[in-house]
């Protein structure tokens, strides 16, 4: 059967009704902050989850003093989303954080299907969660367009965000959060880019693309496939810097359209996990680099034979359909209905 005609069971079936929705959502939250709770609070965890340090810049904020001098790289609307937590422990707000951002992804994920729920079983998502990391609200915002917004407090993943949806909407409502900041803070761009410069894993090689693996190159297949949001999604994420752990993966299920596919992924991340716990970490640097290149060869190459296996069809908004004239016929594709 062509893939093109392929039916997947979300245009097929039903949508989940809310209630499931909401008992699934509610039950996944605090499947999260159980987990970020009891991993972050054993004699063998080491150095302080990755939320300690935004909370810690958050209370900096609402104190009046410099947020970029707590041990957070982030930009300024990641503290500003981190204030309500504040109100807690740092340890609290941990586990907080990750049961609310799982509870919003499961949330959002349900609305057409249960297709994509495997997800949570994924690699990317134990080690998101009990990190208290941002990959929950921003693949959430893949899918939901009143999300965007979050695509600031981590803008590189907020870019494969607005490749998803390049809408004027989406981009404006980054810049709106962005420039919220500069009502606090007028100097925190500077500030950040500073920090950034600064950070003790700057020589390390912690921050890098994809792209930059041995054979990195081939993610640039995606896009001839580009009418696809999720090939869009795909390329950005293959060239932007991040961390090479497989957290940064979980936007990438919005390539999985069937159980199976969101299955695949599972293992994938599964498999990156894996390498992360034995590889051997005697040369930081070597680990870092060998680490990314797992991610890109157990998830990213996984998503990209999935998203070279459909045509390239899919709506655009008008101006880009106006560029996508001047292309190559063979490259052009074609605005069918996107899946």
């Keep these: 059967m062509p893939t093109s005609s392929i039916v997947t069971s979300d245009e097929n079936s039903a949508p989940p009704g809310r209630l499931r929705r909401f008992l699934i959502a509610f039950g996944i939250g605090l499947f999260a902050a159980g987990a970020s709770w009891f991993a972050t609070h054993r004699v063998a965890f080491g150095a302080p989850p990755d939320f ?12 009046g003093q410099n947020p970029y001098e707590e041990g957070s790289f982030y930009p300024l609307p990641a503290f500003l989303a981190a204030v309500p ?3 807690v422990a740092s340890d609290v707000a941990t586990a907080l954080f990750s049961g609310v951002t799982s509870a919003i992804l499961a949330w959002v994920i349900t609305r057409r299907s249960y297709e994509r729920l495997p997800l949570f079983l994924s690699a990317a998502f134990a080690h998101g969660a009990v990190q208290g990391q941002w990959s929950m609200l921003l693949a959430a915002a893949v899918f939901a ?6 695509g600031a407090v981590k803008p590189n993943i907020g870019l494969a965000v607005l490749a998803y949806r390049p809408t004027w909407q989406t981009a404006l409502a ?6 919220l900041g500069l009502l606090v803070m007028p100097d925190w761009p500077q500030r950040w880019l500073a920090a950034l410069g ?17 054979a990195g190159v081939v993610a640039l297949l995606a896009l001839i496939r580009w009418r696809r949001p999720e090939a869009r999604l795909f390329a950005v994420m293959a060239v932007v810097p991040q961390s090479p752990f497989v957290y940064e993966t979980l936007p990438l299920f919005a390539v999985a359209r069937t159980r199976f596919e969101t299955y695949a992924l599972v293992i994938g991340t599964d498999l990156a996990l894996a390498y992360y716990a034995l590889a051997p970490k005697k040369d930081m640097g070597a680990f870092f680099h060998n680490n990314g290149i797992a991610v890109f060869v157990c998830v990213y190459i996984p998503a990209l034979v999935l ?15 106006r560029i996508a004239g001047v292309l190559p016929r063979w490259l052009r594709g074609r605005p069918a209905l996107a899946a």
């Design 145 to 150: 367009p009143s999300l965007s917004a979050f």
């Design 198 to 214: 600064s950070t003790p894993t700057s020589g390390t090689g912690i921050h890098s693309s994809p792209f930059r693996s041995p």
């Design 307 to 321: 998203i070279l296996r459909r045509p390239n069809e899919g709506r655009l908004p008008e101006f880009l359909e």
């Design 52 to 63: 300690h340090w935004t909370w810690l810049a958050a209370k900096a904020l609402l104190n």
């Design 85 to 87: 937590f504040t109100l």
């Design 174 to 179: 980054m810049l709106a959060f962005a420039a």
